[in-house]
């Protein structure tokens, strides 16, 4: 399971079983980006897909307010 812990306004660290992962970033365009702290080794689609879906959370009111504004 993927877990957030706010950090300061615009980032969050993300952790899997209690490891750090990286942190999700505010972008410019009001959406989060991941941000890995580490770079070595490989990424399964099993990960990539939880983190996915926890970024996918985090975006979701800022996404609805872009679509229902850009009607």
Do not use: C
Request: aromatic share 18%.
């Amino acid at each position: 399971m993927i877990e957030t812990n706010y950090v300061i306004d615009g980032v969050y660290a993300v952790y899997f079983n209690k490891k750090r992962l990286g942190a999700f970033v505010i972008q410019d365009n009001g959406y989060f980006e991941f941000y890995p702290d580490d770079l070595k080794g490989y990424w399964s689609s099993y990960a990539l897909r939880l983190i996915a879906d926890k970024l996918d959370e985090i975006n979701k009111i800022w996404n609805d307010h872009i679509k229902e504004n850009l009607k």
